[in-house]
């Protein structure tokens, strides 16, 4: 098989998003199709590229890199864990991400992803990073993507975290999120770089 640049594509998205599904791929790797996709995919797996797993009923087929796909692009060798309390969370940061970058204009390489963050932040003690990052009319954003409620405690330190390195933080939120909703807006009045959204108004 050989191997072209939308394959190094592939590899590299699900390499810094730690996993991926077949439509974010359709996307962030530039297919043209689903079908394509897909068709694709088949045969990256079947050349032991990529490994496929099913972690959920219900939740679609997930794709992450092989050992030999990492040596051949450089990525750490350690493999990234499926979790299942953040399976959903995650998706829908794909989601979210594919979202804004759709209705900006941006490509997959104006995003920068929580793993690069942190991957930049190296070996230490590790710190808290949003889901992800841009840059956009010169203005340095970052999204959090919050399905579930935190101690408020947490929250307001994340918050704060953001607050102090980005121009807007922008927490988006589902439509069960009505009491994460209201401690954002009271944070709104000592942090007003917040912006909050609900998933639905971006992924439809």
Request: proline content about 2%; overall charge positive.
């Amino acid at each position: 098989m050989e191997l072209v640049e939308r394959d190094f594509k592939v590899f590299r998205e699900v390499a810094r998003w730690r996993f991926c599904l077949g439509r974010h791929l359709v996307f962030l790797a530039g297919f043209t199709s689903q079908r394509v996709t897909d068709r694709r995919i088949k045969a990256l797996l079947s050349e032991g590229y990529l490994t496929r797993h099913k972690v959920l009923y219900g939740v679609p087929n997930v794709y992450q890199l092989t050992s030999k796909t990492k040596k051949l692009i450089g990525a750490n060798l350690r493999q990234d864990k499926i979790r299942l309390d953040q399976i959903m969370h995650d998706i829908a940061v794909l989601d979210v991400a594919i979202a804004i970058m759709k209705s900006l204009g941006l490509s997959p390489a104006d995003i920068k992803t929580e793993k690069q963050l942190h991957q930049e932040s190296g070996f230490g003690k590790r710190v808290h990073h949003p889901d992800f990052v841009f840059i956009h009319k010169g203005k340095n954003y970052c999204v959090e993507v919050e399905l579930s409620l935190k101690s408020k405690a947490r929250l307001e330190k994340n918050i704060k975290a953001n607050f102090l390195q980005y121009d807007v933080q922008v927490w988006v939120v589902d439509e069960q999120g009505g009491k994460l909703k209201r401690i954002l807006q009271e944070f709104k009045a000592q942090y007003p770089n917040i912006k909050i959204t609900n998933i639905k108004e971006l992924v439809k």
